[in-house]
Nanobody
Framework: QVQLVESGGGLVQAGDSLRLSCATSGRTLSNYGLGWFRQAPEKEREFVAAIKWSGGSTYYRNSVKGRFTISRDNAKNTVYLQMNNLKPEDTAVYYC?????????????????????WGQGTQVTVSS
């Protein structure tokens, strides 16, 4: 089991920044990939960013490239999502998730169904 706890959400204005944190526990993550997803009201959950714990390869959805950065702290077993230049369309509940890396994470990271563990989510609201 992997436990995930998100934090760092809040209400900000367009153009502001936030850093989300996802604290993990329960297992070593060397064979896992970690992802951030988001879900806005009345919309489907969508992939935001992901990182392979081993090696640190990162992946992003197009609309956040250049604005969001995913990173990890091995010592703290924590994954971060630095979000800059936030836009109202970034408003959503953001979820952290963990997936066992079975060798194909690099092609399947955007699919929510491949993640085994999920956090409870943190709300991000961006006002215009």
């Amino acid at each position: 089991q992997v436990q995930l706890v998100e934090s760092g959400g809040g209400l900000v204005q367009a153009g502001d920044s936030l850093r989300l944190s996802c604290a993990t526990s329960g297992r070593t993550l060397s064979n896992y990939g970690l992802g951030w997803f988001r879900q806005a009201p009345e919309k489907e959950r969508e992939f935001v960013a992901a990182i392979k714990w081993s090696g640190g390869s990162t992946y992003y959805r197009n609309s956040v490239k250049g604005r969001f950065t995913i990173s990890r702290d091995n010592a703290k077993n924590t994954v971060y999502l630095q979000m800059n230049n936030l836009k109202p369309e970034d408003t959503a509940v953001y979820y952290c998730a963990a997936a066992r890396d079975d060798g194909i994470f690099y092609v399947s990271y955007a699919s929510g169904s491949r993640y085994n563990y999920w956090g409870q989510g943190t709300q991000v609201t961006v006002s215009s």
